[in-house]
């Protein structure tokens, strides 16, 4: 995996641009996201446990947004029941093309592992095949608010029973004070991982109209709504959490 740190926002820039997922992100993404979600390592080995619960034989497991596969790879460490494929979908054509060699790389290690397939689409026009463990790892903050409940209500219908979604999401909070606490908490952990007052501020600054967080309660009243019966929180770090959604 490379190892090449996350320089994207050091220098000032006259215009920031909107954030996207370009070959420059894809070449730092595993610095990037190590360093700036806080628990993503612990939240993507934990789907890999959490999966292993729920996955059932003869069906699909998806890993939408994929990014690098760094879900899918836990998912293949993880899960090992009979007949059980990855599906892994992102549309951005340079994560995909990263995405296939790292697994290339995993399946040379690794005997025995799910078969995976990595596909370059929206994962809005996507026909769900049946399926026991949905994984959408800070991939529904980057869709559309007014998207979301249809995506939601098509990935529940898609769900066998006894299967599982894991959603993992950057949170904002209802109460103000919450919401000032956490975002300076969140700052801080970024400080101590080495990211300069300008990077912050030039990062938010991309991100602020392409990546719209929800309130753990509009998660929750979303997913319900999409007809999911059960919403669990089984981690939150920060301003940083994962649910876990039964059909
Ligand atoms: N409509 C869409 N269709 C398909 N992919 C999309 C769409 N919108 C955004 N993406 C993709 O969703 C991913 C979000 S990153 C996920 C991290 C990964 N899950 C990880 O566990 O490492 C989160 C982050 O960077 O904070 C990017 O690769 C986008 O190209
Ligand atoms: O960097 C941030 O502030 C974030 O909220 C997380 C993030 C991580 C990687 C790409 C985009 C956003």
């Known amino acids: 995996m490379s190892k090449e740190p996350d320089r994207i926002f050091s220098q000032p820039l006259a215009q920031v641009p909107d954030f996207a997922f370009n070959e420059d992100v894809v070449r730092v993404f595993p610095d990037m996201i190590k360093r700036s979600v ?3 390592p612990t939240i993507v080995e934990n789907i890999g446990v959490l999966a292993s619960q729920f996955a059932k034989p003869h069906s699909v497991l998806y890993d939408l947004g994929s990014s690098l596969g760094a879900v899918t790879q836990a998912l293949r460490r993880h ?3 009979e007949d059980c494929r990855v599906i892994a979908i992102d549309n951005s054509s340079a994560m995909v093309e990263r995405c296939r060699e790292y697994l290339h790389a995993q399946d040379s290690m690794f005997q025995e592992l799910l078969p995976v397939e990595v596909i370059e689409a929206d994962i809005l026009s996507l026909q769900f095949q049946p399926t026991s463990l949905v994984a959408l790892n800070f991939t529904l903050q980057f869709i559309k608010p ?13 769900l066998l029973p006894g299967g599982a979604l894991i959603l993992s999401e950057k949170l904002c909070f209802e109460d103000d004070e919450q919401q000032q606490l956490l975002t ?11 990211y300069s007052e300008l990077e912050i501020a030039q990062k938010r600054s991309a991100i602020e109209n392409v990546m719209i967080p929800d309130s753990l309660e509009t998660h929750r009243e979303r997913l319900l709504s999409a007809g999911f019966s059960k919403v669990t929180p089984w981690f939150q770090c920060l301003n940083f959490a994962s649910m876990i959604a039964l059909p």
């Open 184 to 194: 300076e908490l969140h700052i801080a952990f970024k400080r101590a991982n080495g």
């Open 38 to 40: 806080p628990g993503y």
């Open 146 to 158: 007014d998207q979301r409940l249809e995506l939601l209500g098509r990935i529940r219908n898609a």
């Open 79 to 81: 899960v090992q029941i």
